[in-house]
């Protein structure tokens, strides 16, 4: 698009008709000069037109033309490379911008004001760019634009992820870059600051907020089929927040509490909650419902909190046994072929193959005291094994080490715990658990406990499961933003303009010179003749 | 379009060549045979002129005009009245250096700078004084009376610096007439491009008594326009006035017309002033139009 710097000099060109004044008595080109007029018959006896004023030197259009090239020149003109110019929109499109104001979602009303201020830019080549999936780059013509915002996958309005904008250094720096945001995000805004930003459009108003930013449970190890729960409840807003709490199991409510959060502070609430291996899921509901509804609620598995079934094969132990039915978190199965997590094969009773991870206790037929002082297994940290003293232990000698095993506890040449390297994971137990001294041991259960863990590959009696959300996420009150940015002016990479000046004075001066030939070659040649 | 030259056309003229010409020239601009050649003439002899010089007894073939009646009845015999041959009188070259002399460069004004310097160089090869005046809208060469190889040099040297408008001015013979006195000889040299083609000053110079000799370069050239459809803006070079006209036939033989009207007009309108006419193509070489000229001046004195 053409633009003046000056346009006032534009007028100019009023002086136009001056030059053609001027050339009134000049002779074109196209003017033949006869040495004597009077013998030529008069128009009306030739079938002529007659034209008594001399016309003017038809090179006056040129000379006209130099002139207003030149006040075009002083005019100050440029060209704004519209049709080439790419915006880059980066859209904030993390939690806060889908509060919602005035019935409609932040982003929503972020999307609105980016389609005025694109039709305004004349723009023809927008991008859109996720800042919480940089993956996601939707580009779109300007006259399609609601066709895009239509494109917007709506995974990325919930991913729940934090901002991760692009490094400022790495930008384009051939595009115009621009922002949507609430400027809720301190760490967003602070990027905005360094980054190549031309414009900022930023949204949304309110401030007033709470959520649910921690839903967290563990086994109660005192009571079956229970689990402590911890809740933790957040208000971002600036006055106080009076929400009910409520924590379902699956549909089941199962506790409610009128909460009262000061601002800007946090509360936490434990509490013991029956639960269900039909319904391995637990929700905390803020009720009523917020302007950001969507960190009100936060769900969480608890599959992993059902103690674990164990299928025990052969003639175990009696220690042993007695052990494994006082676990906490493990359930005998007595049922051989029932669904289990783990198997435990004693004195080598069960032919089967391996149908998962199981924990095999080998009989021993001669136990002598083990000579060498074994050890643990560093490959194995960080599990926490007990320090079991030598003189405690027992095992046959000369145990070979199984094929595709791996040492645990023991050493090279008396191996007396090992495990397999295939999945699923097989642990083979040398040692003679029914040996008094090492039953009487308090290491003894943990001992029976770190197998277990061992052989599942986690930790039974300190496991614990839990959903959070960043407190950041959940704050939705607008920061202020660059002034200039965010009022539409261009602070960074402007549109690019072609200034016009020298190509316009370059052409001036080529009719100059075309001017001054056709002056020199009218002077040359003769003035009668010329051309007829 | 024509060759330009480097020289100027009085490169042309050779010091002998115009010597070999003034012998053949001088009887003819003398009005008789000359009497003894290589001799020049002398002031106090009896020839044309209008000074009383003495009488002579009729012969037969003598003019009748001249006799003197009374001098014959106091003498009892017919008695001729002599004059003084005017040969040295005093001559005026009236050269037109308006723009129409070179609307086509390399024709007509060569040959008019010749004519002038080869008809000035024969007169003052008899001892006349011969002046130079150059004109188009006004006076714009005045070079005085003068007389011998001098006074050819310095008429020479003007003539080389002369150079015609090439636009506007115009062909005002009459801005010659107030530098002339009466009763003394002219020649105009000029296209006679003029309304009237000059006719009413030299009318007015004849009436005044003046002796008066045109010679008339035309050329062709001037009126070989090609045919055309579309109209095309003619402008007078002097005049600068402009005319569209469309170049059709018709048109160009109505021009023609009235360019060959416009020279039997000036030469009828010569005989009846008893003026010496004569008319050359802008292309010919300066001594076949000199000695046309000298040879035409020869027979009306016959």
């Known amino acids: 698009m053409l633009s003046l710097a000056a346009p006032l000099w534009l007028l100019g060109w009023l002086s136009l008709p001056l030059i053609r004044w001027l050339h009134r008595f000049s002779v074109g080109d196209k003017t033949v000069m006869v040495s004597a007029l009077f013998l030529w018959p008069p128009p009306s006896l030739a079938a002529a037109t007659g034209r008594k004023p001399a016309t003017p030197d038809p090179r006056w259009r040129l000379r006209a033309l130099i002139v207003a090239l030149l006040m075009l020149v002083l005019a100050g003109p440029t060209l704004e490379k519209t049709g080439q110019r790419t915006i880059d929109v980066w859209v904030d499109d993390s939690l806060s911008m889908q509060t919602v104001e005035n019935g409609q979602r932040r982003l929503q009303t972020a999307f609105d004001q980016l389609d005025g201020a694109l039709l305004k830019t004349g723009a023809t080549r927008v991008q859109l760019h996720s800042l919480l999936n940089p993956a996601v780059q939707i580009a779109w013509r300007v006259d399609t634009i609601h066709h895009g915002r239509e494109r917007w996958p709506d995974s990325v309005l919930s991913a729940g992820a934090r901002p991760r904008p692009p490094i400022a250094s790495l930008m384009n720096r051939d595009h115009e870059h621009w922002l949507i945001t609430d400027g809720a995000d301190s760490a967003l805004d602070a990027w905005a600051d360094t980054a190549p930003l031309s414009r900022i459009l930023q949204s949304g108003e309110a401030g007033d907020n709470a959520a649910v930013t921690l839903l967290s449970a563990r086994p109660d190890l005192e009571e079956d089929g229970a689990a402590q729960v911890l809740l933790t409840v957040h208000n971002l807003g600036a006055k106080a927040s009076t929400r009910t709490l409520s924590v379902y199991v699956g549909d089941a409510l199962r506790y409610r509490e009128s909460l009262r959060i000061p601002p800007h502070s946090g509360r936490d609430i434990r509490f013991r909650l029956p639960i269900s291996d039909a319904v391995p899921s637990l929700r905390a509901t803020l009720t009523p419902a917020d302007a950001l509804a969507a960190d009100d609620t936060l769900n969480l598995s608890t599959s992993g909190l059902s103690p674990l079934s164990v299928v025990m094969d052969g003639d175990c132990p009696a220690p042993f046994k007695t052990a494994m039915e006082s676990h906490p978190r493990i359930r005998i199965n007595e049922t051989p072929r029932a669904r289990h997590d783990m198997r435990v094969v004693c004195n080598n009773a069960s032919g089967r193959e391996v149908d998962g991870p199981t924990l095999r206790i080998h009989p021993q037929h001669s136990p002598q005291p083990v000579s060498q002082s074994p050890s643990w297994s560093a490959a194995e940290q960080p599990m926490d094994w007990p320090l079991l003293q030598p003189e405690w232990l027992y095992a046959d000698a000369n145990v070979p080490l199984p094929g595709q095993s791996k040492l645990l506890f023991g050493t090279a040449e008396n191996p007396l715990i090992t495990a397999s390297e295939t999945t699923p994971r097989v642990i083979d137990v040398f040692l003679d658990l029914a040996k008094p001294i090492l039953v009487h041991q308090p290491e003894y259960l943990a001992l029976i406990d770190g197998l277990i863990t061992s052989t599942v590959g986690r930790p039974l009696l300190d496991e614990s499961y839990s959903a959070e959300r960043s407190v950041a996420e959940s704050r939705i009150a607008p920061q202020p933003l660059a002034t200039a940015l965010t009022h539409g002016s261009v602070l960074h990479s402007p549109p690019e303009q072609t200034d016009l000046s020298p190509l316009l004075v370059l052409l001036a001066a080529l009719l100059l010179v075309v001017d001054l030939v056709l002056v020199r070659r009218t002077a040359r040649a003769p003035l009668g003749y010329n051309g007829v | ?302």
């Open chain 2, 1 to 302: 379009m024509p060759a330009r030259t480097l020289t100027h056309p009085l490169d042309d003229i050779s010091e002998s060549e115009l010597a070999c010409l003034a012998r053949v020239a001088d009887p003819l601009l003398a009005g008789r045979p000359l009497l003894n050649v290589g001799q020049r003439p002398s002031r106090l002899r009896a020839g044309q002129g209008y000074e009383f010089l003495d009488y002579q007894n009729y012969a037969a073939g003598e003019n009748l005009r001249n006799i003197d009646w009374r001098a014959t009845a106091r003498s009892r015999h017919p008695q001729l009245r002599r004059f003084r041959d005017e040969q040295t009188s005093d001559w005026h070259i009236c050269l037109d250096c308006s723009a129409s002399m070179t609307i086509v460069p390399g024709r007509k004004w060569p040959l008019a700078v010749q004519l002038a310097a080869v008809l000035s160089y024969l007169l003052l090869h008899l001892g006349h004084r011969v002046a130079l005046l150059g004109f188009n809208d006004r006076c714009t060469v005045l070079l005085p009376s003068g007389r011998g190889r001098h006074h050819y040099a310095r008429l020479a040297r003007i003539l080389r610096d002369t150079v015609p408008v090439r636009q506007g001015g115009g062909s005002d013979l009459l801005q010659c007439v107030s530098r002339i006195a009466p009763r003394h000889q002219v020649i105009v040299v000029s296209d006679f491009l003029a309304p009237q083609a000059m006719q009413p000053t030299l009318r007015r110079m004849a009436a005044a008594g003046c002796s008066l000799q045109l010679m008339h370069i035309v050329d062709e050239a001037e009126l070989t326009l090609s045919p055309g459809t579309s109209p095309v803006e003619l402008l007078d070079v002097e005049s600068l006035e402009g005319r569209t006209v469309t170049l059709s036939d018709d048109v160009l033989q109505s021009v023609r017309q009235a360019w060959q009207a416009l020279r039997a007009d000036l030469s009828q309108f010569s005989v009846k002033h008893g003026i010496r006419y004569t008319a050359c193509n802008a292309h010919a070489h300066w001594k076949t139009v000199v000695m046309q000229h000298l040879k035409g001046l020869q027979t009306s004195h016959a």
